[in-house]
């Protein structure tokens, strides 16, 4: 036998085990990241984005329409989702049922994934 073969697999070995655990970690980072599974969130929503920002004011009966505002998303407590418009920490914002909006809207908001999205703990 030559042990010199055996010397030179062992680092490729190495090698290959290093980069599929990197490939899994990696991978389960991402999954956490996704902004498509958030689940307590801000938009910072324009209408000029997407039809549905426009919609979700039709859905809550806003009027007159809003162009730039911002969106809350809660659904952490299943009982009782929310949307926010004005933001969690103004003391003028408005608290709407989650299940206000229409199932495009909400599928909507939940797959947003434009850098106006941010993840709230």
Known sequence: MNTKKYFYYIPMIFLVVIALANINCTSSHTKEDNPKTWQHFNILASSEDDIIFVQLQD??????????YTLTVNITDKKNPIVIIGGEQNSSARIYSWSLLRKSV?????????SNKGKLE
């Open 106 to 114: 909400r599928q909507g908001l939940l797959n947003w994934t434009g």
């Open 59 to 68: 859905d809550l009966g806003i009027s007159p329409k809003m162009e730039r």
